[in-house]
């Protein structure tokens, strides 16, 4: 495994940089930080995240995208982050993208390692880019989704959800929650 750079980068610097690297990494502030191992629980929230806005995507007929972890969004010219899931709208991405630059939701799933960067840093980071309109942070151990979206002016409007459906308009999705933790829960 490569040692972290000891330098601080841009993000373009940074995407170029990970790409060659075997793991994945998150710019913060200029700093490369590693993204620690991940539970079974937390790649299979991951997957659910996807699947269930991929489906709501074809469902409602939306002209979007959705991407799993592994395409970068750029906060600001020295923060990258990673999102666990991504929705944008619009034409598709030509496949040598390496910034997704208008994302509408990203999804973070918690983890031990990264809950309150999760929950506070990201929160912050996410709603500096001026397209997104919503981000979904997902507790892999219980159906619960912390739900922020935009609101009026600097207002961030949150919502937990324990049950019932996610409704993510714009751009006018909607799916239950169950659709992340199975019928079980």
């Keep these: ?3 972290l750079p000891k330098t601080k980068m841009t993000a373009e610097e940074f995407v170029v940089w990970a790409e060659g690297q075997p793991g994945r990494h998150e710019l913060v ?3 490369v930080f590693a993204q620690a191992a991940e539970r ?9 995240a996807f699947v269930a806005l991929k489906d709501a995507v074809r469902r409602a007929g939306a002209p979007c995208h959705v991407l799993p972890d592994g395409m970068a969004v750029r906060v600001d010219a020295t923060t990258v982050f990673e999102p666990d899931a991504q929705l944008y709208c ?3 991405l030509p ?3 390496l910034f997704v630059e208008a994302p509408l939701i990203v ?3 918690l983890s031990p390692s990264t809950g309150r960067n999760d929950a506070l840093g990201k929160l912050v980071g996410y709603f500096r880019i001026a397209s997104v309109a919503h981000y979904l942070i997902v507790d892999p151990d219980s159906p619960l989704v912390i739900h922020h979206r935009r609101g009026e002016g600097s207002d ?3 919502r937990v959800i324990h049950d019932g ?3 993510l308009d714009p751009p006018g999705l909607v799916f239950p929650l169950s659709a992340l933790y199975g019928e079980t829960h």
């Design 1 to 3: 495994m490569s040692a």
């Design 29 to 31: 502030d200029g700093e």
């Design 40 to 48: 079974a629980a937390h790649a299979k929230a991951k997957g659910a």
């Design 90 to 92: 619009g034409p598709e």
């Design 95 to 97: 496949p040598d993208t």
């Design 107 to 109: 999804v973070e799933v």
């Design 156 to 158: 961030i409007l949150t």
């Design 165 to 167: 459906d996610i409704t």
